[in-house]
């Protein structure tokens, strides 16, 4: 596992102080606020946060769901527009989402699911080559034997089965980006591993460029390069996996860190989350958010300054960084 | 056989539309030559007879033969009913589902038409354009029943898609790039037929009620039976004050009769729609079985 940043490749994929604002009955929801992300070829990013830090807002801002408040989203160095995306940009990117018992339709076969976007895309001709290259993509998926399962309705399969389904109907685009927005999160534990080397298989073998999104900092240290770690709505820190969870630098990321259980990590004696959780405390509401540092009310170590400004990106070396006042003068201040 | 056709109430149902439906199709074959009756044959020898072994369901003010007019009035009832359902189902669909899948201005607008269709008075005022427009045969007045009578239907679908549209797997197909007609077509409306088969059957029943409502009240063409005109022509003669209940009982029955058709019909929709029903009642029978 390299440290090396391939800083001086494009990324594929990337948002730029992507901010989105949604309007909610009057009121305005910061969901998202400069929010910044790349993603490299053969890299997989996760993204880690609690409900509602806006983890999916960013993944559903890189699949242009929906416009862009402030700041842009690129597409190979170039921004991207504001519209619907079209074909051609989403033959690069594609969106998994979150529930596989949810995103096939009922009454539609396996094929059904997979020609589509062999035909939408232009990769297939006529139903008997849709057919073979359907059975190849539920081979890359490990779905065996893919014949099969072809004619197989949603209700006949597993949850696993499904998401893999889901997989191979993005892979059927034949994207450079993916976007696994907890794609794990609805599968049962025993089948979540296999998942996971699904994923790692994608990114090694055909250099996909990943976005995993997920709650669960043990399945992203297992699955990713790069976390960033993101707390109701701001980035609050992000580099290599092993500085990020090992050395976290970010106050939020310690509590998050400390929070998940890991045998295996070294774990500092003073624990600075309590058994009980008290330190932990409650997300803002998004409608009316914290001035300056969003996670400031929850912090143990809020300062003066952290109400006056969202705190500047430190550069902590290696590619390791983190938008923390406690660090913004170079100080350094490691707990761990 | 599907679970929901084993379903004794669908198969009793099922058993009434059929009989009725053969009645609009051969029921004219059917009086002339088994019945040796002509439904529109006036016999002022045998007015008001009550019935007997030549006219099996006695006769008319007229003379006319009740049994033959009621097999005759299966056609006009069944064609108001089925044409008037078509057209409130198709504009029903037209306006709810383009409402709610597309949204924005589109949904202001149609919106607008459907709430504007659904606080009008409708009986009233399909009684006055039928009234209106002259000469109203089967069709017109079927034509007036559906036009008026979609409103309802297309606010339930129109919320039904909103619903959908937000469903994971038409988001997702949407990623995948389907054009959003095709979203329509292949992921929205496949959902939306259980809903749409009810609202149909419902549709059917209305139109036959709305068609006899107005044949009572006196819209109809003079030239065609119907269930409707048979109980209006009952009511202009005094058919209940002077008791000749073998004249307006048949076609108030019929009429009835294809209302709990439907109702039955209805039962085995909600099966097909919801699997879990028929598994229910499955699960019961067995208990009655094993008890």
């Known amino acids: 596992m390299t440290d090396l940043k391939p800083d001086t490749e494009t990324p594929v994929l990337e948002a730029v102080a992507a901010t989105k604002h949604f309007a909610a009955g009057g009121a305005t929801v910061r969901a998202v606020e400069e929010a910044s992300v790349a993603l490299h070829r053969g890299r997989i990013v996760a993204l880690v946060g609690e409900s509602g830090s806006g983890k999916t807002t960013v993944a559903r801002l890189l699949a242009r769901m929906y416009p862009v408040t402030g700041g842009e989203i690129r597409l190979d160095g170039s921004p991207v527009g504001r519209g619907h995306p079209d074909r051609e940009y989403l033959r690069r990117v594609q969106l998994i989402f979150q529930d596989p018992f949810a995103s096939l339709h009922p009454g539609k076969t396996v094929l059904h699911n997979l020609e589509r976007p062999l035909r939408i895309h232009g990769h297939v001709r006529d139903r008997a080559e849709a057919r073979a290259r359907a059975a190849e993509l539920l081979e890359r998926v490990s779905l065996l034997p893919a014949k099969e399962f072809l004619d197989k309705l949603p209700h006949q399969l597993s949850g696993g089965q499904r998401q893999r389904v889901v997989i191979a109907r993005a892979l059927a685009v034949r994207p450079a980006v993916l976007l696994g927005d907890e794609p794990i999160s609805m599968l049962d534990v025993s089948i979540r591993l296999d998942m996971l080397n699904l994923l790692t298989k994608l990114r090694d073998e055909e250099g996909l460029a990943l976005l995993y999104i997920t709650h669960d900092i043990a399945s992203a240290r297992y699955l990713c390069d790069d976390v960033q770690v993101m707390y109701a709505g701001q980035m609050v820190e992000g580099g290599p996996k092993e500085d990020v969870i090992q050395r976290p630098a970010h106050p939020y990321t310690q509590l998050l860190v400390d929070a998940s259980p890991d045998p295996a990590r070294d774990r500092a004696a003073d624990g600075t989350a309590d058994e009980d959780g008290t330190t932990l405390g409650e997300p803002p509401n998004l409608a009316d958010p914290p001035s300056g540092c969003r996670f400031r009310p929850r912090c143990p170590h809020a300062m003066a300054v952290c109400a006056e400004a969202f705190p500047p990106r430190t550069e902590l070396g290696g590619g390791h960084w983190a938008h923390c006042w406690l660090h913004a003068d170079g100080s350094g201040v490691t707990t761990t | ?291």
């Open chain 2, 1 to 291: 056989m599907k679970p929901a056709l084993r379903n004794p109430k669908v198969l009793a149902g099922s058993a009434i539309a059929l009989l009725v439906v053969l009645a609009a199709l051969f029921g004219d074959w059917f009086s002339v030559h088994a019945l040796g009756q002509d439904p529109h044959t006036l016999d002022y020898l045998v007015i008001n007879q009550p019935p007997s072994g030549h006219h099996l369901l006695g006769t008319t003010g007229s003379g006319e033969d009740v049994l033959a007019q009621t097999i005759a009035g299966a056609r006009g009832s069944l064609v108001v009913g089925l044409v008037s359902a078509l057209i409130s189902t198709a504009l029903g669909i037209l306006f709810g589902v383009c409402a709610g899948f597309f949204g924005g201005v589109a949904d202001t607008v149609l919106n607008f038409i459907t709430n504007l269709f659904i606080v009008m008075p409708v009986f009233a005022l399909t009684l006055i354009v039928a009234g209106y427009l002259n000469n109203t045969g089967t069709m017109t007045i079927a034509l007036i029943i559906g036009v008026f009578g979609w409103a309802g239907g297309a606010r339930s679908l129109r919320a039904q898609t909103m619903s959908l549209r937000g469903r994971d797997h038409v988001q997702a197909m949407r990623m995948l790039g389907e054009s959003r007609t095709r979203l329509v077509f292949s992921e929205v409306l496949p959902r939306l037929y259980p809903l749409i088969s009810a609202m149909f059957l419902h549709a059917v029943i209305g139109g036959v009620l709305a068609e006899a409502g107005l044949a009572f009240l006196g819209v109809s063409s003079p030239n065609t039976i119907s269930w409707g005109t048979m109980i209006q022509n009952a009511q202009n003669q005094n058919a209940i004050i002077n008791g000749l209940w073998w004249w307006f009982l048949p076609p108030g029955f019929c009429i009835a009769a294809l209302g709990t058709a439907t109702g039955l019909i209805n039962f085995g929709i909600d099966e097909i729609a919801n699997p879990r029903l028929g598994a229910a009642r499955r699960a019961a029978q067995q208990a009655v079985k094993a008890a």
